[in-house]
């Protein structure tokens, strides 16, 4: 159950209309990294969640990136609500408007146009926000691996959001925006190792053959060694033939099949086999005069 407090979590202080910053802040309100995928992964998990400790804790952050998909609403409002005025009661003349809404390179024209200055479910690009964005698979140590990687990336997008605005109030609200995601880092970071094993994820171990093994796969200029491919910490394998059929057998598909079952697929190869030696003349080389007249003879 919610009640909602009509207070934000950050009061939004906008100098003055910006329509196309506004548009780029929809990253944060419908893209992939946004606090409504997050609020959603992170609701979708506790309800799941068995852990009353991890439960509180996800339903306490998932509660607060609500609150923070609304100060990402209100900038987005407060920066178009110059602009939606205009458009809405026609006070310029029509090419001012257009070029206020489409000049200087900037998309706010789909946001104004199509959502009356509001903040809408896309990412910057206008692309629709979608529950793939929500990558739960339901096992805490990988949830909260994921977890701490989504606020990374939404660490990064705020990062570049504050970077192309100079609005002091748009800056320091996407400041903390921007140091809730370490916050998130943290916690989620602290239930994870406070899991023990928490490593690999899930409950079957890795194949002791290859738990420790890396393939050296792409060789040659640039080739580097560090503690993720060094002999103390892996069987590092670079011999080309020793990358192939690493199981001990030969490397080839096999599959049991019935007598019915091979003699259909004997009869498909029959019907479809390739003719090396033909050389037909193609409709591609008809249409570009390249076919040779004598050939077709």
């Not at 306490?60 to 990136?65: F, S, V």
């Not at 690009?125 to 994921?146: C, E, F, K």
């Not at 995601?181 to 899991?195: D, G, I, N, P, T």
Request: with cysteine.
């Amino acid at each position: 159950m919610f009640a909602h407090n009509k207070r934000l979590q950050y009061t939004v202080r906008v100098r003055e209309c910006n329509p196309g910053l506004a548009n780029l802040l929809l990253e944060q309100f419908g893209g992939p990294q946004g606090e409504l995928a997050a609020a959603c992964r992170y609701f979708t998990q506790a309800i799941a969640e068995d852990d009353p400790g991890r439960k509180d804790m996800l339903y306490d952050i998932a509660t607060e990136e609500l609150s923070h998909l609304e100060v990402i609403g209100t900038l987005v409002a407060m920066l178009n609500k110059g602009a939606k005025g205009e458009l809405a009661e026609a006070t310029e003349s029509e090419a001012d408007l257009y070029r206020s809404l489409h000049g200087a390179g900037n998309d706010s024209h789909v946001t104004q146009v199509l959502y009356g200055g509001g903040p809408a479910l896309t990412n910057s690009g206008g692309q629709l926000w979608n529950a793939g964005y929500i990558d739960t698979i339901g096992d805490p140590s990988a949830d909260l691996r994921s977890n701490i990687a989504a606020e990374a990336r939404a660490k990064i997008v705020y990062e570049r959001l504050i970077n192309v605005t100079e609005d002091p109030g748009v800056k320091e609200a996407l400041g903390f925006l921007m140091t809730r995601e370490v916050s998130h880092q943290r916690s989620f970071e602290k239930a994870l190792y406070s899991m023990q094993p928490n490593f690999p994820p899930g409950k079957l171990p890795g194949d002791p053959r290859f738990a420790r093994t890396y393939f050296d796969m792409s060789q040659g200029e640039g080739d580097m060694r560090g503690s993720w491919n060094s002999d103390k910490n892996f069987d590092v394998v670079s011999d080309r033939d020793q990358q192939c059929a690493v199981d001990g057998g030969d490397g080839m598909p096999a599959v049991g099949l019935s007598k019915k079952q091979l003699a259909a697929v004997q009869a498909m190869a029959t019907r479809t086999l390739s003719m090396p030696d033909a050389d037909p003349i193609t409709g591609a080389e008809l249409g570009s005069g390249e076919a040779d007249p004598e050939a077709s003879r």
